[in-house]
């Protein structure tokens, strides 16, 4: 195996956790900071987990990719709203066959970022993981953490490999799945559900499993989520759903990321999470109409409670 150069875009909940675990684990990890910069390179990152809390210090911080060395993997960690920004911010760190990783929510990403970068290989990465950044450089992980990762395009199975056992050596669970549209899809089935809901009900997880009727327009929608992935290709059970409401029924009370974005007063990742997955499920005649209400509910939150 190969010592590779992991560059980290977004270093809050969850580009803080991965690339913390990797860089405690004693990997090579260059982390880009927005306002936590100087907090981050002064105090290191601070990772408070259910496995065992961690600091990494001296950190190698950044404040902007052009100071960054080029790298053989890139995480990608940014909300999707930031997407526009990325064929700037990652070219400096761009170099022949770095491979890009996107540990996003939604559908769709890829293909974007793959026209600026025809030639480097591109992963879709899901985090199945309950993590919060709670301060300049300070992240909570309350539960879970597996990554789900599966290739784009133009990446070998031995890179995969290689990124699989670092992580695994770092004591992050990696699954490597066959097909990126079945996974996408099934990261959505939890997500569209759960932080649309939080949001337009001000509710955390555990409230709305408890209560019968959001317990069943929660299954609704994840049906609806099922039927339109299977329609556009993906390969998902129809058992899946009550699967993921059980699971949630475990899990500790959790504010779903979207939750936690209104809150701050954020924009909301809408177009990756659902209007991208209504217009693909539309383009195989697929209708969401649960989820297309939720859509409108969603903007009509956003446009009038944070861009307003």
Not at 148 to 177: C, K, L, W, Y
Request: hydrophobic share 40%; glycine share 8%; charged share 15%.
């Amino acid at each position: 195996m190969r010592n590779l150069k992991y560059a980290v875009i977004g270093s809050g909940a969850i580009g803080g956790f991965y690339g913390g675990k990797l860089a405690n684990a004693g990997h090579d990890v260059h982390f880009l900071f927005h306002k936590d910069y100087e907090h981050a390179a002064k105090n290191g990152l601070c990772v408070d987990s259910v496995n065992g809390n961690f600091n990494i210090l001296p950190i190698n911080a950044y404040r902007s990719t052009t100071n960054m060395p080029p790298c053989d993997v890139i995480l990608v960690c940014l909300k999707t709203t930031q997407n526009h920004i990325l064929p700037d911010l990652l070219q400096p760190i761009i170099k022949a066959g770095t491979c890009i990783i996107m540990i996003q929510n939604g559908l769709g990403m890829e293909s974007d970022l793959s026209t600026y970068f025809p030639d480097n290989g591109i992963v879709g990465a899901m985090a199945f993981i309950c993590s919060n950044k709670i301060g300049p450089g300070h992240i909570n992980h309350l539960d879970y953490g597996a990554l789900t990762i599966a290739n784009f395009r133009n990446t070998s199975s031995g890179q995969m490999e290689e990124v699989a056992h670092d992580f695994i050596s770092a004591g992050v669970p990696v699954r490597i799945a066959d097909s990126l549209l079945t996974a996408r899809w099934r990261k959505l089935v939890w997500n569209i559900p759960y932080n649309g809901l939080s949001v337009v009900l001000h509710s955390q997880t555990d409230k709305l499993n408890a209560q019968p009727n959001t317990r069943q327009l929660l299954t609704d929608l994840m049906s609806e989520v099922i039927d339109a992935a299977n329609a556009c290709g993906a390969n998902i059970p129809v058992s899946f759903a009550s699967e993921m409401i059980k699971s949630t029924d475990s899990m500790k009370p959790y504010s779903p990321s979207m939750l936690l974005d209104y809150e701050r007063q954020q924009q909301m990742e809408i177009q990756y999470m659902y209007s991208n997955p209504i217009r693909s499920a539309a383009e195989y005649g697929f209708i969401m109409k649960k989820t297309e209400v939720l859509e409108q509910q969603l903007r009509y939150i956003n446009e009038e409670k944070i861009l307003k």
